[in-house]
């Protein structure tokens, strides 16, 4: 099992930044790919940013340039830098963590608020 913590979610102006910090825990080392994804009200979860093991990094195309993400595999955990936030931007973003056999482990997200 893995348990995974966010934190760094907030109110801030457009134009601002914020970052996102999750901690993994208990079985890391299954850990492969970890990013984050965020969901509005009434939608479906989306991907945000994933990083691998190995430092491969994906966007959704609604965040490239303006987001960044890293990993510290020694210290467990994946950062989300994000720059430049816009009102559509709020949504509460959760921490994934795929590990063996594609299981799939969520933090219970952190909520991002974008004020125009």
């Known amino acids: 099992q893995v348990q995974l913590v966010e934190s760094g979610g907030g109110l801030v102006q457009a134009g601002g930044s914020l970052r996102l910090s999750c901690a993994a825990s208990?079985?890391?080392?299954?850990?492969?790919?970890m990013g984050w994804y965020r969901r509005h009200p009434g939608k479906q979860r989306e991907l945000v940013a994933v990083?691998?093991?190995?430092?491969?990094?994906e966007y959704a195309d609604s965040v490239k340039g303006r987001f960044t993400i890293s990993r510290s595999n020694a210290k467990n955990t994946v950062l989300l830098q994000m720059n430049s936030l816009k009102p559509e931007d709020t949504d509460v973003y959760y921490c994934?963590?795929?590990?063996?056999?594609?299981?799939?482990?969520w933090g219970k997200g952190t909520l991002v608020t974008v004020s125009s």
């Open positions: 994934n963590a795929e590990g063996v056999a594609e299981v799939e482990y």
């Open positions: 208990g079985s890391t080392w299954s850990i492969s790919a």
């Open positions: 990083i691998t093991s190995g430092g491969r990094t």
